[in-house]
């Protein structure tokens, strides 16, 4: 398509001054307000009709949707993993570009908004409408926020849904699901020498701890379950018998019934450690759901999409299973695909890159994909 090369070609120092600019613009999960409002501004200044921020911060560019039940929609998460509030470094170096966020999942956010340009210059107006979302809260405690907020709004109506946040030769058609707690022990405490022998929190939280280490983890299949503890925290002092004492904990799967097993048995050890001298305060701080699908939905999706990437990349694409915006739709039955971008590495760190030259064949991808997925002439 010749069209599109030069699309890309006109379009691609306006990529890397856009990317720039969005990379500077911090964006902690549920904190997005200025990239959303960044996002909306771009969009509308090339000539982005009805766009709107709605209550969760996603961006929402819709195009022909107004009546239609046959809507496709194609994301990319604005949040970072990162809690900075203060613009992070940026580097290009000519072959690649560093900063923390820059491949997740901002490198994909311009490459979106790429792609609603594409549209808009050529007046596509697919008939079952196309919807480009800024989406917000992918991230860790984000808890798929914005996707849930974009599926109860449009409840039903939601055809195929696409988003942007992978390597580039690699797709996710199957989600791992996940439930996190914030679990808070609170006793009597004391002085050290002088109420020794008083319960300890934190020595009753190592309990729970402890219990949570002991888990079988449940199989259906082939299915993949993991548990485990990311922080803990509590006490006074070196000479205080602990009042309090807090943890994270999360278990994952691929299964949703092993997800309900791990419920059953998270929640049973949480219950046992109750007693008139030990309060357990449980909060369930992050729920992505399993996927609920016929599974031949996503095969039918990956038809069209894998044949547009291998012939692009020109080798193989791999398929794996991750924790996405797509865990939204695909626990709703709706057919979803994770698919990459660019190419990147160290994700999720301070040293996070991605190659600057893979956002072409990128871009690429997304405008093509988004073309067959909406039958556009």
Known sequence: MEELNIFIKQNEELMYKTLKELCLIPAPSHK??????????????????????????????????????????????TDTVFPDTEPMPYSDDGEKIFCPGVADDTACVV???????YFIENSIVPEGGIMF??????????????????????????KQFITFDNQLDQ?????????????????EGGHSFGDFGKINAIAELSKIVSQIYSIQVP???????????????????????????????????????CLAIMQEKFEAIFASCQSDKVKVNVTKVGDRPCANIDFNKVETLKQIVVPIIENIVKKDISCCCMST??????????????????????????????EKDSLIPGQKIAIETALALTKAE
């Open 32 to 77: 997005e307000h200025m990239r959303a409002e960044y996002c909306k501004n771009w969009l509308e200044s090339f000539g982005a009709k009805d766009v709107h921020i709605d209550d969760a911060l996603n961006v929402i560019f819709p195009i022909n949707c107004d009546s239609s039940s046959q809507i496709t929609v194609f994301a990319a998460h």
């Open 133 to 158: 979302v800024c989406n917000s809260c992918e991230e860790g405690l984000g808890n798929l926020k914005g996707t849930k907020q974009l599926f109860t709004d449009y409840s039903g109506r939601i």
């Open 219 to 257: 199989t259906k299949g082939n299915s993949v379950t993991t548990y485990n503890v990311g922080t803990i925290e509590g006490g006074t002092s070196v000479n205080t018998i602990a009042q309090s004492a807090k943890m994270l904990c999360e278990y994952r799967s691929d299964n949703h019934e």
């Open 111 to 117: 490459t979106l908004m790429l792609t609603a340009k």
């Open 325 to 354: 915006d797509c865990n939204v739709p695909l626990s709703l039955g709706v057919p979803a695909l994770c698919i990459g971008t660019n190419t990147h590495g160290g994700i999720h760190t301070r040293e996070e890159w991605l």
């Open 171 to 187: 797709i996710a058609d199957h989600c791992v699901g996940s439930h996190r707690y914030e679990v808070e022990v609170l006793t």
